[in-house]
T-cell receptor, first 115, second 116 residues
Framework: AQSVTQLDSHVSVSEGTPVLLRCNYS??????LFWYVQHPNKGLQLLLK??????LVKGINGFEAEFKKSETSFHLTKPSAHMSDAAEYFC?????????????FGKGTHLIIQP | DSGVTQTPKHLITATGQRVTLRCSPR?????VYWYQQSLDQGLQFLIQ???????AKGNILERFSAQQFPDLHSELNLSSLELGDSALYFC???????????????FGPGTRLTVL
């Protein structure tokens, strides 16, 4: 079975400072990992994905994440936060060959950007 | 805009009633997925259809059912509604099944269901 734990329910940073959103996963198979963003009253948008290629993954809007198998982590980072980054972020896992194509979502991290 | 459309945007109904949520996938996508987002359970995968056939089931209640039609649109039917069914229901679509690098899931804007 697969699961994902987002270690912080809320993260608050000042505009222009780095962002770190932490995610740990558990998977019986080779996982695919994703970060999705949800802005208020909007649907979910894919930020980036890891599917067993390069361990450092670059996404949209300056975000990137590093897959660390030894630590079972997939933390999301951005060098400099922008006000428009304020949103809910979801770390997501899916197991290749696990038999189910549905995604397993973390509880979400609410990112607050202070002016 | 992801290209996935969902109707209606909002739905308010009473306990015990039945509702149908509709989803149109992106042009060319054969897979449709349904997810439920609630405050206590978070985002949960319900069910997936691929080219008209059920492919995978998640945490879907027996009171809920879905189908995918020949034109590839999908409907999620929720019956004997309870207060706890109040949630945001998302539909997503992808070109294929599985989690290969090209098979990204694109999400619709969601239908907010309120059960009174």
């Amino acid at each position: 079975a697969q699961s994902v734990t987002q270690l912080d329910s809320h993260v608050s940073v000042s505009e222009g400072t780095p962002v770190l959103l932490r995610c740990n996963y558990s998977s019986s198979y080779s996982p695919s990992l994703f970060w999705y963003v949800q802005h208020p009253n909007k649907g979910l948008q894919l930020l980036l994905k890891y599917t067993s290629a390069a361990t450092l993954v670059k996404g949209i809007n300056g975000f990137e994440a590093e897959f660390k198998k030894s630590e079972t982590s997939f933390h999301l980072t951005k060098p400099s936060a922008h006000m428009s980054d304020a949103a809910e972020y979801f770390c997501v896992v899916s197991e290749a060959g696990g038999g189910a194509d549905g995604l397993t979502f973390g509880k979400g991290t609410h990112l607050i950007i202070q002016p | 805009d992801s290209g996935v459309t969902q109707t209606p945007k909002h739905l308010i109904t009473a306990t015990g009633q039945r509702v149908t949520l509709r989803c149109s996938p992106r042009s060319g996508d054969l897979s449709v997925y349904w997810y439920q987002q609630s405050l206590d359970q978070g985002l949960q995968f319900l069910i997936q259809y691929y080219n008209g056939e059920e492919r995978a089931k998640g945490n879907i209640l027996e009171r809920f059912s879905a189908q995918q039609f020949p034109d590839l649109h999908s409907e999620l039917n929720l019956s004997s509604l309870e207060l706890g069914d109040s949630a945001l229901y998302f539909c997503a679509s992808s070109v294929d099944w599985g989690t290969s690098s090209y098979n990204e899931q694109f999400f619709g804007p969601g239908t907010r269901l309120t059960v009174l």
